[in-house]
């Protein structure tokens, strides 16, 4: 037959143990985003981040190349509009990335966001 006292140092046991189980899953997470060489894991997420670093600036670079970007026909402020004083003949925008390097610096800026609370957190 149990006494109070059993029934509560068992739940003191449990408590530690969920205690110590956390502690070891945030000290993975620490490990895997800080070390590379913890798991493999480890090395794919830093391949994987450092590729998206290189692939957000890669794109920053091409869409400001003349050749990945379009001239609207109109828009809210032109930079030349056709007047007795202007020089140009038509309405000219400025020009536009195609919409493709907006989707890759969302996905890119977005994995950042996820990473960066976990990289920050402390052993």
């Known amino acids: 037959m149990h006494t109070a006292a059993e029934d509560e140092d068992e739940d ?3 408590d530690d143990d969920i205690d110590v189980g956390l502690n070891n899953i945030f000290r993975c997470i ?3 985003l800080h070390h590379p060489t ?3 894991l480890a090395q794919f997420c830093a391949l994987f981040m450092g590729m998206t670093v290189v692939v957000s600036c890669l794109a920053f670079v091409l869409s400001t190349i003349p050749r990945f970007e379009y001239q609207p026909s109109t828009c809210r402020n ?3 509009i056709p007047g007795p004083d202007s020089e140009c003949t038509r309405i000219i925008c400025h020009p536009i990335p195609y919409w493709e390097f907006f989707v890759v610096e969302a996905v890119t800026v977005s994995t950042w ?3 960066l609370p976990y990289q920050h ?3």
Do not use: A, G, I, K
């Open 121 to 123: 957190v402390e052993e």
């Open 78 to 80: 032109p930079t030349c």
């Open 113 to 115: 966001n996820l990473h």
């Open 30 to 32: 620490f490990l895997t």
């Open 12 to 14: 003191d046991d449990n």
């Open 38 to 40: 913890f798991s493999p």
